[in-house]
C-alpha cells in the first residue's frame, strides 16, 4: 500500500487528512498512521486539521488486523500498535484544533483516533463500538483515553458489552461534541473549521497547550499555570489587535503573534 491511503491536502488553512481505504473499512495501517503523524507533527500553516474518511458505511474499523506480516517479531508487531498512541500523543500536541467527521460506524482503534481529535462532530446515524472483548482480547489502549472523556461504569459497560453505542448516547456521555443529521454532516463539518482556521492562531495554541496540562495535574498548580498563560498571551500583538478590533467595530487581523 501507498501513502495514498491517506489524502493530505491543505486549503484556506484546513489541512485534511482523508483516510481512503472504503474496501477495507477504513482500517488503520501502517500507511494511514504513519503519514497522519508526520502531518499532525509538522502541520504547516494550517490553522485546524480536520480527519475524514472515504464512504459513508463506516468510518473506521479499527486496526488492520490482516495486513500485519505474517513473519513479523513480537517485538516488530509492539512496534507497530504503538503507532495509534503516537498519533494520539501528536493529536494533543498539535498546536491548531484536530477535529474529526465521523460517519457511519466507528470501531476498536477507530474509536480511539476520535477520542483523540480536539472535536468530533458525527452524523446522526453514526455508532461506536468496541467489539475487542468477542475475540478474545481488550481495548488496552482506547481504555486510557475512554476513561478521560466518560465515567467508569460507562466506560466499563462499553468495553464490556461490545455493543455499537448510538450517536445521540454517545454525544451524551461525553464521546463526541455535535451530532448533525447525516445528509448535513459535509456542510455542518465545512462550517465548524472553516470558523475554526479564522480564530487568532496564538491564543488558539496557548489555549489547547493550557487546557490540555490543566487536565493532567491538580487544581491549585493547573489554575497557576493559567494564570501564567494568560499574562503571555496578553503581552501578544493578537491580544492587544482583538481588543481594538471589539473597541473600533472591526473584524480582527490576526497576525499570529
Do not use: Y
Request: overall charge negative.
Amino acid at each position: 500500500m501507498s501513502d495514498s491511503d491517506l489524502q493530505v491536502t491543505s486549503e484556506r488553512g484546513v489541512l485534511r487528512l482523508h483516510i481512503d481505504r472504503e474496501p477495507k473499512r477504513n482500517a488503520l495501517s501502517g500507511d494511514v498512521l504513519r503519514p497522519m503523524l508526520a502531518a499532525l507533527r509538522e502541520p504547516g500553516e494550517a490553522r485546524v486539521v480536520l480527519i475524514t474518511s472515504a464512504g459513508d458505511r463506516v468510518f473506521c474499523s479499527g486496526a488492520d488486523l490482516v495486513q500485519m506480516a505474517p513473519d513479523a517479531t513480537g517485538l516488530e508487531v509492539h512496534e507497530g500498535r504503538g503507532l495509534l498512541r503516537e498519533v494520539v500523543l501528536a493529536m494533543r500536541a498539535c498546536p491548531v484544533p484536530v477535529v474529526a467527521a465521523v460517519q457511519g460506524l466507528c470501531l476498536a482503534g477507530g474509536v480511539g483516533l476520535v477520542l483523540g481529535c480536539d472535536l468530533v462532530i458525527a452524523a446522526d446515524d453514526a455508532a461506536f463500538g468496541l467489539p475487542e472483548v468477542d475475540l478474545g482480547l481488550w481495548p488496552f489502549m482506547v481504555s486510557a483515553l475512554l476513561g478521560r472523556h466518560v465515567s467508569p461504569k460507562r466506560a466499563m459497560e462499553m468495553m464490556l458489552s461490545a455493543r455499537r453505542v448510538p450517536a445521540r448516547e454517545a454525544l451524551e456521555m461525553g464521546l463526541l461534541s455535535r451530532v448533525v443529521p447525516a445528509a448535513d454532516l459535509r456542510a455542518e463539518t465545512d462550517a465548524l473549521v472553516t470558523a475554526l482556521a479564522g480564530k487568532p492562531p496564538v491564543a488558539v495554541r496557548l489555549g489547547k497547550a493550557a487546557f490540555h496540562a490543566a487536565m493532567e495535574t491538580t487544581l491549585a498548580p493547573g489554575l497557576e499555570a493559567m494564570q501564567a498563560q494568560l499574562s503571555l498571551l496578553n503581552t501578544t500583538e493578537d491580544a492587544a489587535e482583538g481588543v481594538g478590533a471589539f473597541l473600533q467595530k472591526r473584524t480582527p487581523e490576526w497576525k499570529g503573534r
